[in-house]
C-alpha cells in the first residue's frame, strides 16, 4: 500500500514541473512582448526623427522664403518708379533739342532724374546696358529687327526702353532693336 506521504511526493515534483513549464512560457511571452515593444520604440524614434528633419527642411524653405519676400517686397512699386524715369528721361532729351531758355529747367529735371536712379539703386533696382549686348529673350523684348552691316546678326542696336534688374532678377525688360544681317532673308 502506498501511504498518503508518498503520495504528496508523487504529486509535487508533477506541479513543480508544471510551474517551471508555466513559468518557462510565460517568460517566453515576456521575451516575444520585450522584442515587440523595442520594434515599436526603434520606429517610433525613427519617425521621430523622420519628423524633426522634415521640421527643419520646412523652418529652412520658411526663412528662405521670408528672406526672399522682404528682398523683394518693393517690387511693384519700383516698376512704378522706373515709368516715372522713363518721362524724366525723355523731358531731358527734348529739352536737350530746345532753345537756351530751358537750360535752367533741364538742369532740374536731370537732378531729379538722378536722385530717383539712386532712390530706386538704394533698393537694389538698377538700370541695365543693351546697345551692343546680345539679344537674350529673357532680358530683352525685341520691338523691332534692323537689317545693318554695322552689328553682329541678333545685337541689339538701339534701345528704346531700358530695362531694370532688381537685384538678381528682372524688374522690367529692356524694349529694344536687333540686328538682322542683310543676307538674312527669312524675316
Avoid: W
Wanted: some cysteine; overall charge negative.
Amino acid at each position: 500500500m502506498i501511504n498518503a506521504d508518498e503520495k504528496n511526493t508523487d504529486k509535487k515534483p508533477a506541479a513543480d514541473d508544471q510551474a517551471e513549464i508555466g513559468g518557462e512560457a510565460a517568460r517566453e511571452d515576456c521575451r516575444e512582448l520585450l522584442k515587440k515593444r523595442e520594434t515599436e520604440l526603434k520606429d517610433s524614434q525613427e519617425r521621430i526623427l523622420r519628423l524633426a528633419a522634415e521640421l527643419d527642411n520646412t523652418r529652412k524653405r520658411l526663412e528662405r522664403e521670408k528672406a526672399e519676400s522682404i528682398a523683394y517686397a518693393n517690387e511693384s512699386i519700383l516698376r512704378q518708379l522706373v515709368e516715372v524715369i522713363d518721362n524724366l528721361e525723355r523731358a531731358i532729351e527734348h529739352g536737350e533739342k530746345e532753345d537756351e531758355d530751358c537750360k535752367g529747367l533741364l538742369e532740374g529735371v536731370r537732378m531729379t532724374h538722378k536722385s530717383f536712379l539712386d532712390a530706386l539703386a538704394r533698393f537694389g533696382a538698377v538700370p541695365f546696358e543693351s546697345v551692343g549686348a546680345a539679344f537674350d529673350p529673357n532680358m530683352h523684348e525685341a520691338v523691332l529687327q534692323e537689317q545693318t552691316s554695322d552689328f553682329p546678326d541678333m545685337t541689339v542696336t538701339k534701345e528704346f526702353q531700358k530695362g531694370y534688374m532688381l537685384r538678381d532678377r528682372l524688374l522690367r525688360p529692356a524694349r529694344v532693336a536687333v540686328a538682322r544681317s542683310p543676307k538674312d532673308t527669312n524675316c
